[in-house]
């Protein structure tokens, strides 16, 4: 049997997808110990504001710790504390929501850190920082993995860099990236409910964000889209992405969210005129796709055929589909929830022991 190998792990953020994490870790440990002879240990976990640090690793009921003896915190102070330590094998997570986190990325990297990030933020700014950050891991000889940037825990990103490293080529990556808009149009095609029905069913099975506007911009899929094509070295920015908004322009972001609330009847008849407009074996999908020889990025809503795999998604899934010159007609599908914390927490963890494998 391999050295026993011990990893310490520092996770920022502890909201859903973190503290799902934390619990996840703790339910895996002694089989990952058994089995591959690793030893996860959490000894920091921290929000936006402070840090609760335990040498031997935090326990499941962490967050009543964490109430009394959380302390303010700067990354600095992390990264020192770790060094004082001598810990070795080192993971940040990333699993805050935050947009100037991964500020702190390349100190970590810095300080000894490797990378994984439930954030999509590092690879959606501009292609500068993707290569900079990409820069400082090569020079410090780190790892960045972040599966669940796209698809929570389905395995998209790598099945697509493998697939490229491979040397296959992939002509064309197509599918329903976002949750709520999955849902939105599949009940919605389905049914004879009117849209700001559907919308507002979304909402209390809390699949879209506070502002659904936030989905309907088609902003969220761009960004997932943006980050599968930079996977194939696609030199690309955000704004090259083609959106088609579903948010009428006089609902937008001038209208407060209070009044759009209460003005999504507006909705109603553009979309029952396009859902009048389908042929019968056809249903509408709110798609991203990627046509990887023109390197042209799109989010639209089209019609699609009842029985492709798009057509065919039910629930809140994710659906991708693959098309390469290996899989020709029949593109390669990876289909399934593409959001939630079980599903996502389960996704950083799959990463971190990745991860782990390879370190020495
Ligand atoms: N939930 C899903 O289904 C899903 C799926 C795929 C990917 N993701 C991604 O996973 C990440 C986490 O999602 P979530 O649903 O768990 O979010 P969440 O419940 O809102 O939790 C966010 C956590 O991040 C912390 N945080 C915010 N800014 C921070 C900062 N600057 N430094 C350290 N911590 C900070 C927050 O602390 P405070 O309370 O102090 O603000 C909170 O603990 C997001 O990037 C999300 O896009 C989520």
């Known amino acids: 049997m391999s050295n026993s190998k011990t990893i310490h792990i520092v996770l920022f953020g502890i909201g859903q997808v973190g503290s799902t994490l934390i619990y996840q870790i703790n339910e895996t440990k002694s089989r990952l110990q058994q089995d591959q002879n690793l030893k996860l240990k959490i000894p920091i976990v921290a ?30 102070e992390i990264i020192r504390f770790v060094k004082h330590q001598k810990f070795e094998n080192l993971i940040a997570i990333d699993a805050t929501a935050s947009s100037t986190f991964i500020r702190n990325y390349i100190s970590l990297i810095e300080g000894g850190f490797n990378i994984v990030s439930a ?42 860099k493998n697939l490229y490293n491979s040397g296959d080529k992939i002509e064309r990556i197509k599918g329903v990236f976002s949750g709520s808009m999955s849902y939105i149009f599949n009940q919605f095609s389905a049914s004879d409910t009117t849209f700001s029905q559907v919308l507002s069913e979304a909402a209390k099975l809390g699949l879209t964000e506070p502002d659904a506007r936030e989905d309907l911009s088609g902003n969220d899929v ?7 094509a930079r996977e194939l070295n696609i030199k690309t920015e955000l704004q090259d992405v083609k959106i088609e908004s579903l948010v009428p322009k006089q609902l937008n972001g001038k209208t407060t969210l209070h009044q759009f609330k209460n003005r999504t009847k507006e909705l109603d008849v553009p979309f029952q005129e396009l859902k009048n407009q389908l042929y019968k074996n056809q249903v509408l999908r709110y798609v991203g796709e990627l046509d990887v020889v023109s390197k042209t990025l799109e989010v639209k809503l089209i019609s699609e055929e009842k029985n492709s795999a798009i ?28 959001a939630g914390k079980q599903v996502t927490a389960r996704g950083v963890l799959s990463d971190v022991i990745k991860l782990s494998n390879n370190l020495n």
Do not use: C
């Open 47 to 76: 929000n936006s504001k402070l840090a609760f640090y335990d040498k031997e690793s935090v326990s499941n009921s962490w967050e009543t710790d964490f109430e009394s003896f959380s302390v303010p915190y700067k990354i600095e």
């Open 119 to 160: 954030n999509k933020v590092a690879n959606t700014l501009s292609y500068d920082f993707y290569q900079t950050l990409r820069l400082a891991l090569k020079m410090h000889n780190k790892s960045f993995l972040y599966e669940t940037n796209v698809g929570a825990g389905l395995p998209v990103i790598e099945t697509i």
């Open 222 to 228: 761009a960004r997932k889209l943006l980050i599968l």
């Open 311 to 338: 057509g065919q998604l039910k629930g809140a899934d994710s659906v991708f589909e693959i098309f390469t010159e290996s899989y020709g007609n029949n593109p390669l599908v990876i289909q399934g929830a593409g």
